[in-house]
T-cell receptor, first 109, second 113 residues
C-alpha cells in the first residue's frame, strides 16, 4: 500500500529553526510537495521537489532523498504566523497526489 | 479576485438528503479536483477531472458524482447523505502539469445530522 508518514505535532520557539520530516512509500514517484494549512483554511503550496537535494525559498527549504524515500521541510527564523499544519504529498506513478496527515506546528513566544 | 471558489461554505443537512457543492475556478486551469478532509485531517482525493479524463478514486461511493458543465466548473453532487459523509470538502485546480501546484478553494464544511 501507499503510505506517507509525518510526526503528528511539533513545538518550536519563535525565532528558532524547525525541521519537519516526511517518509513515503508509494507506487512510483513523480515528485513531492509541501503545503501549509492554517486552521480552518485551505492548503497553500510551499514547495515541489523531484530531484535529490535542497531547494531553498526564503525562510523555507525543502530536501529530498529519493533513495531513502525521505524529505524534510526546514523553517528558519520562525514567526508566530508559521503556526499551522504542514502537509507532505507525493505524486505517484498514476500522477495522483498521496497526502500525509500533516504535522501540526505550534510556535511559542 | 477569488481564484478557486466554493459554495456553500457551510452545509448542514439530514441523513438521506441529496446535496450539491459548487466549485468554480477563474485561473484557466485544465484540471480540477475534489478532496475530502476528515476529522483526522487526511486529505483524500475523490476525483480529478480535465477536458479529457475523469479519474475516480475507487474508494469513493457511487453516491458521489462530479458534474462539470464547463472547464471552469466542477460541482460535487452527493445522494443519500450518510453520517460518515460529514467532513470538509475542498475543490482544487491546477494547470495540469506534473509539477504544478494545486490551488485550493476555501472548503465546504458538510455536517450530516
Amino acid at each position: 500500500g501507499q503510505n506517507i508518514d509525518q510526526p503528528t505535532e511539533m513545538t518550536a520557539t519563535e525565532g528558532a529553526i524547525v525541521q519537519i520530516n516526511c517518509t513515503y512509500q508509494t507506487s512510483g514517484f513523480n515528485g513531492l510537495f509541501w503545503y501549509q494549512q492554517h486552521a480552518g483554511e485551505a492548503p497553500t503550496f510551499l514547495s515541489y521537489n523531484v530531484l535529490d537535494g535542497l531547494e531553498e525559498k526564503g525562510r523555507f527549504s525543502s530536501f529530498l532523498s529519493r533513495s531513502k524515500g525521505y524529505s524534510y521541510l526546514l523553517l528558519k527564523e520562525l514567526q508566530m504566523k508559521d503556526s499551522a499544519s504542514y502537509l507532505c504529498a507525493v505524486m505517484d506513478s498514476n500522477y495522483q497526489l498521496i497526502w500525509g496527515a500533516g504535522t501540526k506546528l505550534i510556535i511559542k513566544p | 479576485d477569488t481564484a478557486v471558489s466554493q459554495t456553500p461554505k457551510y452545509l448542514v443537512t439530514q441523513m438521506g438528503n441529496d446535496k450539491s457543492i459548487k466549485c468554480e475556478q477563474n485561473l484557466g486551469h485544465d484540471t480540477m479536483y475534489w478532496y475530502k478532509q476528515d476529522s483526522k485531517k487526511f486529505l483524500k482525493i475523490m476525483f480529478s477531472y480535465n477536458n479529457k479524463e475523469l479519474i475516480i478514486n475507487e474508494t469513493v461511493p457511487n453516491r458521489f458524482s462530479p458534474k462539470s458543465p464547463d472547464k471552469a466548473h466542477l460541482n460535487l453532487h452527493i445522494n443519500s447523505l450518510e453520517l460518515g459523509d460529514s467532513a470538509v470538502y475542498f475543490c482544487a485546480s491546477s494547470p495540469g502539469g506534473v509539477s504544478d501546484e494545486q490551488f485550493f478553494g476555501p472548503g465546504t464544511r458538510l455536517t450530516v445530522l
